[in-house]
């Protein structure tokens, strides 16, 4: 047996040798493997850390470097295959979806209201959206953390990662403060989500999120899709980052899309309150990629933003490579004053009579906006023989006029008096006042039946005055119709009265009256159809007042929208319009909707147009584009003390701020402001001796 124990003992040692052998050779796999994944791991943190640091130089097939919006977006309108991201609205409301991920996300349901020509049209977050609007997501490693918290849809971000104080530099050599935007390229992952970022989703449509999609820059990517879409919209979007309001900051983005995309900043105010701001519609990039770099002004006391680059028709949009930074201003890009223009956009009728004339009164030039084909359709007589007093009757009447009163007073009559910039008027006085009134009033006029009318004129009084409007029907009988009371009047206002004729009735006189002790005069009285714009013989007398007159496109359609040919019919055609008006230059555009991209900017300067202007809120230097020009908007929600806050901040930094304003009237309209207000703001303007000057005199200033 001896021979036996030999073998055994041979072999007991073979295999102890093998099971060395083997051992050694699993160690030094997993050693060779831990450094594998510590290599990977470190490169990783690498690619984020110079992510973080270094923002530009993106390397990408096509690039758009523009700003534009609405005060904000608007509610949707139904869409099949194009953009509908800004035709007449585009809201922008978002709910929240949750994901395997840890951490949690909820977004505003906000509507948000776009201009329509003085018409709100608004919409709401659909359905399940969480009205809350707060947001929180945190993810930690091992040498990189972040978190972020949120109260009432204001968020904060904070990272220990080392490249969060680190400066970086676009491609030009310019050093920008730091990424402002935690996890810009989402390499990082918080189990199945990018870490602080959120999605959501409103409307009717079938969203679909992915992570990790493909990237332009690093390993991961995020990705929407969308079928079955009539409205809403889907987004990715990072925490709300801290932001001071007023100043500049830079956005920028990788993107991927097979149809229209947008991007819209979110603002968030100290108050927790909320605002929308659309800068762009992006083209589809046709399945590669492209990059857009813009502009962003938070407004006075936003405390913290985020942006939704958002997909809102059947598509597909990846994106990556986020940045947002502050951006310095240098000395060289200011003015060497600031200065304030003011911009009325659409022709509104108000704006000829509530506006020219204090312009006119101080002396200062405006820029207003007409939609050509709208202003062309409102040609409408004056249905008063003599409107403007100017012929005299030989007899100390106007011609077609008769002077009246009635009951126990004292009327003392006189024409012609000095009406406003020299033109005639006609004036009574009432003293020892029991009851009755007296008026001045025209020959009855004929009109239609149940339609509407207009009237209005120029007038100065010591007391309160009454609009009344005498009916004759078919029958010849006689009702009349109080339709405006007007208050005592210093200094020349217009009274602009609208009101519809009952069904029998045939003819129509309209009386000022005064019904108290005092003084009222009249001048410059119209009846027309009831129209909102004015006409082209009013676009002539603007121009001719020195103010400056702009194109609004033909039909107040978003540009984006059509064919490069439709764009440019709207544009060019809208100009050759107004100066078939007899207006001598026409020199830069107000984009509908504050909707436009490359292309529009082309055919805006095809057209020789010198700038163009958006609806994005904000402040311009002489090194702002000239085709994306950004304003501050005057609506019945604004005070006093915000357009103040403006223009005092536009002298202090020597920059050029632009009042932009629509109705200014009393309808009520959430885009008009009052004749007291704009009053109000002229008045600041005259007093602090702000430079007011129009569209074409800055641009002229700018690098």
Known sequence: MSWFNSLKMYLTKRSTL???????????????????????????????????????????????????????????????????????????????????????????????????????????????????????????????????????????????????????????????????????????????????????????????????????DGVKGIKLAVTGYTAGDIKWYFDDVQVNGGSTYTFSDDYNSTAPSGLVVRYTFANQSQTYDYLITLPSTGGVWASTTNIINPPVGVSSLTVFHLLSNNGELTTDNYALYETPVTSNQLFSQGAVSLNFDDGFTSQYDHVLPLLTQNNFKGNFYIVSHLTAAAVSPNLIVNGSLATDNGDGTPAGWHVGNWGTNTLISSYPTTGPAGLKAAEVTLSNYVDGDAKWYFNDVSVTGSSGYRFRDFYQATAPSIITAQFTHVDNSLTYLDVANLPAAATWHVADVVFDTPVDVNKVSIFHRLATNGTLDIASTSLTADNTYITPAEVKDLENAGQEI?????????????TSGQATTEVAGAKADILGMGINSVQTLAYPYGSYNDSIKAIAQSAGLIGARTVTSGFNNKDTDKMALRVQSVESGTSFDAV????????????????????????????????????????????????????????????
């Not at 990189?144 to 490249?163: H, K, P, Q």
């Not at 702009?550 to 059509?562: F, I, M, R, W, Y």
């Open 644 to 703: 103040k806050s403006w223009i005092d901040k536009a002298v202090q930094d020597k920059t050029w701020l632009i009042l932009l304003f629509h109705q200014v009237d009393y309808s009520g309209s959430p885009y008009g402001t009052t004749p007291e207000m704009f009053a109000q703001i002229v008045n600041y303007l005259k007093t602090n001796n702000v430079p007011v000057k129009t569209n074409a005199e800055m641009i002229g200033q700018m690098n």
């Open 550 to 562: 702009g194109d609004h496109t033909q039909t107040h359609t978003d540009l984006t929208t059509l």
């Open 18 to 216: 093998i099971l060395l052998a083997m051992l050694v050779i699993v160690l030094g796999l997993i050693f060779i493997n831990f450094n594998a994944v510590s290599l990977a791991f470190n490169r990783s943190l690498g690619l984020i850390s110079n992510q973080l640091a270094a923002v530009g130089n993106l390397g990408q097939t096509a690039t758009s470097t523009n700003s534009s919006s609405s005060s904000s977006s608007s509610s949707s309108s139904s869409s099949s295959g194009g953009s509908n991201l800004n035709t007449l609205a585009a809201v922008v409301g978002s709910s929240s979806s949750s994901s395997s991920s840890s951490s949690s996300s909820s977004s505003s349901g906000g509507s948000v209201v776009t201009r329509h020509r003085g018409v709100a049209l608004s919409g709401g977050g659909g359905a399940g959206s969480d009205s809350s609007g707060s947001s929180s997501s945190s993810s930690s490693s091992s040498s990189s953390s972040s978190s972020s918290s949120s109260s009432g849809g204001s968020s904060s971000s904070s990272s220990s990662s080392s490249s969060s104080s680190s400066s970086s530099s676009s491609g030009g050599g310019v050093t920008h403060g730091p990424n402002l935007i935690i996890n810009p390229s989402v390499e990082i992952d918080n189990n199945g989500t990018p870490a602080n970022w959120q999605h959501g989703s409103w409307g009717n449509n079938t969203p679909v999120y992915t992570y990790p999609a493909a990237a332009s």
